[in-house]
């Protein structure tokens, strides 16, 4: 097992769309203060307990000891987690995935953005010895181990895709029930996930949980080291940066669109998060400039 200097945490400062490459490794859960992009097929295998995600405005959670299957490019963000054990994570780039002849109706599934789950965790300990022997493999840097391991991960992606489900959604699983702190939390995010780009304050978001505003925002700040009104202001961001990337919409009709009122607001907001302007960011991230 690796020790704990080797075990993967989110690091918030890392720019959006940075693909990590071809990587398996392992991972220590912790909560994400953003969510995390990358044009990647990513695979997660728990070794215990439990993990939530955001994806896009869905929870879903991912159960231990099954394969799961996901495309990274959905925005995806930890939100909870029931132990803090080491899982591993596989990311393949994108474009070589399309490459691999795998079964259609689970390719299809993938860019539909569906989250998929192996049905029975019965393979589990053959799984967790692959991806230690992949992990090997890749720290290597040798070229035929690592084509070694590309190979075994196509094969288990084919048998995969024989014996997986797409997860279902967490809300029908949300009775009505009285929430416990990290239960408030998690509305919290989703609710500001739904609701970022209407003109919202930190009295809608504690009356959606039914909170006060000051005690909402003093176990959000105790969970993710931010205020509501930061992460409020970062998810507007994400937004913004995104569409500069992808669209050739004008930056003062994206700052509206993502919940900005005041265009001074928002370019100061944007230089103190991105260190740049937000035509300078379009610059250096668009694919669309010419």
Excluded at 37 to 52: A, D, F, M, V
Aim: charged share 25%; glycine share 4%.
């Amino acid at each position: 097992m690796l020790n704990s200097e080797n075990l993967k945490t989110f690091d918030s400062s890392r720019p959006e769309f940075k693909p990590y490459g071809f990587t398996v490794e392992k991972w220590i859960p912790n909560l994400m203060p953003r969510a995390d992009r990358h044009n990647e097929i990513e695979i997660n295998l728990l070794t215990g307990g439990s993990i939530t995600y955001l994806v896009h405005d869905k929870k879903i959670t991912i159960p231990s000891k099954r394969l799961t299957v996901f495309w990274a490019l959905m925005p995806h963000q930890i939100i909870r987690f029931s132990h803090q054990v080491p899982y591993y994570v596989c990311t393949i780039p994108f474009a070589e995935f399309m490459e691999w002849q795998l079964l259609p109706s689970f390719k299809d599934h993938i860019l539909k953005g569906k989250v998929v789950i192996e049905a029975m965790d019965t393979n589990y300990q053959y799984d967790k010895y692959l991806m230690e022997n992949w992990l090997r493999d890749i720290s290597t840097g040798n070229l035929k181990h690592i084509e070694v391991a590309k190979m075994e991960i196509r094969a288990r992606l084919n048998r995969f895709a024989l014996n997986s489900i797409p997860a279902e959604c967490d809300a029908d699983k949300e009775g009505e029930h009285e929430f416990s702190m990290i239960d408030r939390i998690e509305k919290i995010i989703i609710f500001i996930a739904r609701n970022y780009t209407k003109p919202i304050k930190n009295e809608d978001i504690a009356k959606a949980v039914g909170l006060h505003p000051d005690y909402a925002n003093t176990i959000f700040k105790k969970s993710f080291g931010m205020t509501l009104n930061k992460y409020l202001l970062m998810q507007r961001i994400l937004h913004v940066q995104r569409q500069l990337c992808v669209s050739r919409k004008k930056i003062t009709e994206i700052a509206f669109e993502a919940g900005f009122n005041s265009l001074s607001r928002f370019n100061s907001a944007f230089r103190e998060i991105c260190h740049c302007s937000p035509k300078e960011f379009r610059k250096r991230h668009s694919p669309l400039l010419d």
